[in-house]
């Protein structure tokens, strides 16, 4: 390996480590304050509802902004903005004096980090060599779930104060915003975005330097609608549907509950929150170790095999009434979810839609899987308790085993391996 490729590796992990923990935190906060909340503002189910869901929200806008602005103005500008951004906000929450105010800042606290996680991947497979671009790329969702992890401990720790709890669980959050700056100072631009930018006159040097996969031109969002693309594209759309409908985030946000209607008491629901969070590193490092290896499709049908498997357990326990006999099987079956998850569609998402799309409409591509994933995520974070309390609890896992079933079929006919591949090719290959 060159000393080029070999600090471009380093970067690469740098950017994902960072822009991989600050996503898991910022979203994953709210799980551990809700109760804090809730008590100082005495707020009702809906409006928790609403204040858990705000940053959702945002981040589908930032799905959209994220990937518009690393177009206008490159990756590393992008990156800094949006962390930035991250840093004010953070800070800002912890003054805030009522859930209204909360809820907006959120809001905007989203937007940087569905930027974030539209340009961090973008960015990696950009400068990655393409033998580590798979681990690299897993190494964001990586980081993802220790931020996860981290905010169940922070929250757990910080519980035992008696007042500022929910304040400084929340302002935490600028310290990975703020190292995220510092990384994003030490960023080149990538010779792909520069390519893409340049005139054809003045960038024959850099077309040089880009990989074939970088060397065409920006045709946009209308490109990735036509039907030259229209393969690419159903398969980029497929993967977060599957990702978010299949209920993982009625695990990260509800989790205390989750444990809590399997049959454990509160404190022991709490403990096992964080277990949960630990898993959730854990399997997601053997999807890491595997992906180039084994392979991004074997995988991802693996994992999501578990994930159906385990929903519709879980579906029959809660159908036929389940006694205290059963609480063990259940929560078995919710490790069993988080592994097949993160061992298939949790990290893959982000390796296999930054490997589908050509660089003329990458960008627009993996702006429409974000925004879909986190639109998604928003549908269901907002609609969990509803479904519980009008359908129950059979009813809303067999839902959600429904449709990974049904996904886990369309990937097996449609998707194709991309392991080693470069980028183009890849496309050719999807889209002849």
């Given at each position: 390996?060159?000393?080029?490729?070999?600090?471009?590796?380093?970067?690469?992990?740098?950017?994902?480590?960072?822009?991989?923990?600050?996503?898991?935190?910022?979203?994953?906060?709210?799980?551990?304050?809700?109760?804090?909340?809730?008590?100082?503002?005495?707020?009702?189910?809906?409006?928790?509802?609403?204040?858990?869901?705000?940053?959702?929200?945002?981040?589908?806008?930032?799905?959209?902004?994220?990937?518009?602005?690393?177009?206008?103005?490159?990756?590393?500008?992008?990156?800094?903005?949006?962390?930035?951004?991250?840093?004010?906000?953070?800070?800002?929450?912890?003054?805030?004096?009522?859930?209204?105010?909360?809820?907006?800042?959120?809001?905007?606290?989203?937007?940087?980090?569905?930027?974030?996680?539209?340009?961090?991947?973008?960015?990696?497979?950009?400068?990655?060599?393409?033998?580590?671009?798979?681990?690299?790329?897993?190494?964001?969702?990586?980081?993802?779930?220790?931020?996860?992890?981290?905010?169940?401990?922070?929250?757990?720790?910080?519980?035992?104060l008696k007042h500022y709890n929910w304040q400084l669980m929340f302002g935490l959050g600028a310290v990975p915003a703020a190292?995220?700056?510092?990384?994003?100072?030490?960023?080149?631009?990538?010779?792909?975005?520069?390519?893409?930018?340049?005139?054809?006159?003045?960038?024959?040097?850099?077309?040089?330097?880009?990989?074939?996969?970088?060397?065409?031109?920006?045709?946009?969002?209308?490109?990735?609608?036509?039907?030259?693309?229209?393969?690419?594209?159903?398969?980029?759309?497929?993967?977060?549907?599957?990702?978010?409908?299949?209920?993982?985030?009625?695990?990260?946000?509800?989790?205390?509950?989750?444990?809590?209607?399997?049959?454990?008491?509160?404190?022991?629901?709490?403990?096992?929150?964080?277990?949960?969070?630990?898993?959730?590193?854990?399997?997601?490092?053997?999807?890491?170790?595997?992906?180039?290896?084994?392979?991004?499709?074997?995988?991802?049908?693996?994992?999501?095999?578990?994930?159906?498997?385990?929903?519709?357990?879980?579906?029959?326990?809660?159908?036929?009434?389940?006694?205290?006999?059963?609480?063990?099987?259940?929560?078995?079956?919710?490790?069993?979810?988080?592994?097949?998850?993160?061992?298939?569609?949790?990290?893959?998402?982000?390796?296999?839609?930054?490997?589908?799309?050509?660089?003329?409409?990458?960008?627009?591509?993996?702006?429409?899987?974000?925004?879909?994933?986190?639109?998604?995520?928003?549908?269901?974070?907002?609609?969990?308790?509803?479904?519980?309390?009008?359908?129950?609890?059979?009813?809303?896992?067999?839902?959600?085993?429904?449709?990974?079933?049904?996904?886990?079929?369309?990937?097996?006919?449609?998707?194709?391996?991309?392991?080693?591949?470069?980028?183009?090719?890849?496309?050719?290959?999807?889209?002849?």
């Amino acid at each position: 390996m060159s000393g080029s490729a070999y600090g471009n590796v380093w970067l690469a992990r740098a950017v994902n480590a960072v822009g991989g923990v600050l996503s898991g935190y910022a979203p994953g906060i709210i799980a551990p304050a809700q109760g804090f909340l809730a008590a100082q503002f005495e707020l009702s189910d809906y409006q928790l509802g609403l204040l858990t869901s705000a940053i959702l929200l945002g981040a589908t806008v930032g799905s959209l902004t994220g990937g518009v602005l690393a177009d206008k103005i490159g990756r590393k500008k992008a990156t800094l903005a949006a962390a930035s951004l991250s840093v004010a906000v953070s800070i800002s929450l912890g003054f805030t004096p009522n859930w209204v105010g909360i809820s907006i800042l959120r809001i905007v606290l989203g937007v940087a980090v569905g930027s974030i996680g539209v340009v961090c991947p973008l960015y990696v497979s950009e400068i990655a060599p393409p033998d580590q671009r798979g681990v690299l790329n897993t190494m964001f969702q990586i980081f993802v779930t220790i931020g996860i992890l981290v905010a169940y401990v922070v929250g757990y720790l910080l519980g035992f104060l008696k007042h500022y709890n929910w304040q400084l669980m929340f302002g935490l959050g600028a310290v990975p915003a703020a190292v995220l700056v510092i990384v994003g100072m030490w960023m080149p631009e990538s010779d792909a975005w520069k390519a893409k930018k340049a005139s054809s006159g003045e960038s024959n040097a850099l077309l040089n330097k880009a990989s074939a996969s970088q060397r065409t031109s920006n045709e946009g969002v209308t490109t990735l609608f036509s039907a030259k693309y229209a393969k690419t594209t159903f398969i980029g759309v497929l993967l977060p549907t599957i990702q978010q409908l299949t209920g993982i985030n009625t695990i990260i946000y509800y989790a205390v509950p989750t444990f809590q209607a399997a049959g454990l008491a509160t404190g022991d629901a709490a403990y096992a929150t964080m277990g949960i969070g630990a898993w959730n590193v854990l399997t997601t490092l053997v999807s890491a170790f595997f992906v180039d290896k084994s392979g991004r499709r074997k995988l991802y049908l693996s994992g999501l095999a578990a994930v159906v498997v385990s929903l519709i357990v879980l579906a029959i326990i809660n159908l036929v009434k389940e006694g205290p006999a059963s609480a063990p099987i259940a929560i078995a079956c919710l490790f069993v979810f988080i592994a097949g998850f993160e061992l298939g569609p949790g990290p893959l998402f982000v390796v296999i839609e930054n490997e589908i799309y050509p660089s003329s409409v990458r960008e627009a591509g993996l702006a429409l899987a974000n925004i879909l994933q986190w639109g998604f995520n928003l549908l269901i974070s907002c609609t969990f308790l509803l479904m519980l309390s009008s359908i129950g609890k059979a009813g809303t896992y067999f839902i959600f085993g429904g449709i990974g079933l049904v996904g886990w079929l369309l990937v097996f006919f449609l998707l194709e391996e991309t392991k080693g591949k470069v980028i183009d090719p890849i496309d050719s290959s999807l889209n002849p």
